[in-house]
């Protein structure tokens, strides 16, 4: 019972990570164009983050829970996962690149699942879903924004500069809110999914039982995302809000609403995806309409590598914790 503890003290703790790790997604636009201040951004993204479990079915929560069998595996399976998501993640923060938290926490089961119970532990079709939305979430989010801003564009063709930025400064408000609140439904749904399998590893619920009827295991993971959100994770802000290419208030507007249309969709469907690569499509999507030059592709091509080497980084550094934490213990 007490390493069952100590495996939800992880997930909360990679929760808040994902939170602060993640939180750049939610305000980067926002806080670039000036819209507000870190402190005011970080404060309305962590409320729209607790809030979403009252709009989102757990969809997500049910998907990333069955990535691999809990009744095959074990909570060091778990655990070990866990700590090489929040090593990852704490890396890549540091670095100051946008990888996915999600991502990251797939490919860490996926390893610890291997070494520990074989390739029939990995439910190979969830996996195959998740991998795929690696490429069709930053498309969907880059090909609607560059929908909405062209629209945009075009409604607002004859008003001066400083009317639109006016206006669009008090829409960037709705459009980060909503896209905060896209955040907070997909991504602290992970964690519960990880909680609920821990959960079913050591017999104190069963596959038939819901985890709409567990209140602590949702309250837990909003709240934990949430806070990590408040903290913010600053590295990042910097290499979305301004590395990729430079936002206006309109622009950011479109890339929000892209970004929060796709994870509204993603998260209704009951896809884990990353909101990290949503918004980043959005903000290409946005800065091809001043040509190929505004997007600053060597910080791009970074970021995509980053993507890349996600899921195997994570499943080998899961793997080595599995064998660590069983030679340890």
């Not at 063709?157 to 909503?178: C, E, I, M, T, W």
């Amino acid at each position: 019972m007490t390493f069952l503890y100590i495996v939800i003290a992880l997930v909360l703790i990679f929760d808040f990570i994902n939170g602060f790790h993640d939180s750049a997604n939610s305000i980067a636009t926002i806080v670039s164009t000036r819209v507000l201040s870190p402190v005011s951004a970080v404060i309305l993204a962590a409320i729209f983050n607790f809030i979403a479990f009252t709009v989102f079915p757990l969809k997500v929560a049910t998907t990333m829970g069955g990535v691999i069998d809990p009744e095959i595996i074990n909570l060091t399976t778990i655990a070990s996962a866990l700590v090489a998501a929040i090593t990852w993640n704490l890396l890549t923060w540091w670095w100051g690149l946008p990888s996915s938290s999600s991502h990251t926490l797939v490919g860490g089961l996926i390893g610890a699942a291997i070494v520990s119970s074989g390739i029939k532990a990995v439910i190979m079709a969830k996996v195959i879903k998740i991998v795929i939305f690696i490429v069709i979430a930053p498309l969907l989010g880059m090909v609607i924004s560059f929908l909405i801003s062209s629209l945009v564009i075009y409604i607002v063709r004859n008003y001066s500069p400083s009317g639109v930025d006016k206006h669009f400064r008090r829409l960037q408000l709705l459009s980060a809110s909503a896209f905060s609140l896209g955040h907070g439904g997909n991504d602290a749904q992970k964690s519960m999914g990880i909680i609920w399998a821990a959960l079913i590893v050591t017999g104190m619920v069963t596959k038939n039982d819901k985890i709409d009827n567990h209140l602590w295991i949702i309250l837990s993971c909003q709240a934990a995302i949430a806070l990590g959100t408040l903290f913010g994770g600053w590295r990042i802000v910097k290499t979305m809000g301004q590395k990729i290419t430079k936002l206006k208030p309109f622009e950011g507007f479109c890339a929000e609403t892209a970004g929060a249309l796709t994870l509204f969709g993603a998260t209704h469907f009951g896809i884990p995806v990353s909101t990290t690569h949503t918004i980043t499509g959005a903000i290409i999507g946005v800065g091809a309409h001043k040509g190929a030059s505004a997007v600053k592709w060597g910080v791009t091509t970074n970021i995509f590598w980053a993507w890349i080497l996600t899921i195997p980084i994570s499943a080998i550094i899961g793997a080595g914790m599995f064998y660590l934490f069983n030679w340890i213990f």
